[in-house]
Structures are given as C-alpha cells and as structure tokens.
C-alpha cells in the first residue's frame, strides 16, 4: 500500500507571495503523480499529471516538479483566485489494490 | 460546452439504496474511461469506483466493493453509481471524473461539482 503525505495542512500566504506545497509517497510512484485544486462550490481542477505536465489552460505561475517520492507545488504571485485546497493523488498503484491514492491536502488561505 | 452533471444525492436512511447520474457533454465520452469520487464533508478525496469507455471493466475501492455498482450508457453520454446498504459513513459529496484515456489513466482531467449524499435515519 502507499500513504500520501502532504505538508504543511495550512499555509497562509498574503497576496503576491509565493507558496510551496509538499506531497510525499511512502514509496516511490515514478512520475505517476497529479495535482488538483478544489475550491468550494466549483469543480475540481486538474494542475498537472504525471509530475510536471501542466494541465490545459494552468497559468505559469503554477509549476511542478519531482520525481520518485518527493514531489513540490509551487505557485509564485499568489492571485485571489488560486486561494484553495490543493490535493496531490499517485496512480502508480491502482486504488482498487487498496491504499491511498490522495494525499490529504493543503489549504492555501490568507 | 464541456461538463459533467451529478444528481441524484439527497437523504437517505441507513441500508437503503440510491443511484447518482452524470450527465456529460461537449467531449465524446465513449473516448475515456470514468469515475467516481467522493469527499467527505471537511475530509479529503476518496476514489471509489471506475468504468472502463466500453463497460468490459470495473474497479472498487474496497470500502464500497460489493455495495456500489458503476455502469455507463455510451447512447446518452452518462455514468451512474447505483449504491445499496448505505452507511453513515458514506456521506459525502459525490463527484464524477473523467479519466484522461479511454483505458486506465487513472487520474482525472475533468470534474462535475458534486452532488450531496447524507445517509442519516
């Protein structure tokens, strides 16, 4: 089974600022990675799939990366907008296998 | 315009049953396989349950195998998740995915906003 493990559960940015979000996988998931946005109300938005593939119509500010175990979410010039929980989810191992697929999010608030 | 339509949730007593739809538009939906999701309120994403584009395949996560049931109607563009001997752990806010493949991407490149499930007496 793999655990998901984001960090911190809370970051609290201002406006302008940039954010580093963390997401690590109790074994190695290759590239097999992807990051979502939920806000309330509103569907949840796919970021980036397998590590550092940014999704259609994902601003720049937005980037990805790592590999393996370790993975980052770094969003520079933090907008009003991009004030949301942020879920990391493996699909190395199918979840139907058992395990976590999701990690257990990040909110980003002011 | 693209999208994807949950209804279906409401309340529900415990140990009955209840089936969402999903409604999709403006992709070919017999391209990807899809899925379901659900959030408990003020918890994390929970994958549940995914169909593959032709119906020749189904996955469960092991705390709905064997009570929920996943089906898809290529014809009118729509998933369903038929769920029996509900729990009161299964309330949750139910959204639909879509995979990014017709086989098993098995991560999600489009969303539907959800619809409520409460299973309470």
């Known amino acids: 089974e793999i655990v998901m493990t984001q960090s911190p559960a809370t970051l609290s940015v201002s406006p302008g600022e940039s954010a580093t979000l963390s997401c690590r996988a109790s074994r190695s998931v290759e590239t097999d990675l992807a990051w979502y946005q939920l806000k309330p109300g509103q569907a949840p938005r796919l970021l980036f799939y397998d590590a550092t593939t940014r999704a259609v119509g994902v601003p720049a500010r937005f980037s990805a990366s790592g590999s393996g175990s370790d993975f980052t979410l770094t969003i520079i010039s933090l907008e009003s907008e991009d004030f949301a929980v942020y879920y990391c989810q493996q699909y190395s191992m199918w979840p139907s296998w058992g395990g976590e697929t999701f990690g257990q999010g990040t909110k980003v608030d002011i | 315009e693209v999208q994807l339509v949950e209804a279906g949730g409401g309340l529900v007593q415990p140990d009955r049953s209840l089936t969402l739809s999903c409604k999709t538009s403006g992709f070919r939906f017999d391209d990807h396989a899809m899925h379901w999701v659900r959030q408990v309120p003020g918890k994390g994403l929970e994958w549940i349950s995914g169909?593959?584009?032709?119906?020749?395949?189904?996955e469960y996560a092991q705390s709905v195998k064997g009570r929920f049931t996943i089906s898809r109607d290529n014809a009118k563009n729509s998933l369903y998740l038929k769920m029996s001997s509900l729990r009161t752990e299964d309330t949750a806010l139910y959204y639909c995915?879509?995979?990014?493949?017709?086989?098993?991407?098995?991560?999600?490149?489009?969303w539907g906003r959800g619809t409520l499930v409460t299973v309470s007496a």
């Open positions: 169909i593959s584009w032709n119906n020749s395949s189904e």
């Open positions: 995915a879509r995979d990014k493949g017709s086989g098993w991407d098995w991560f999600f490149d489009l």
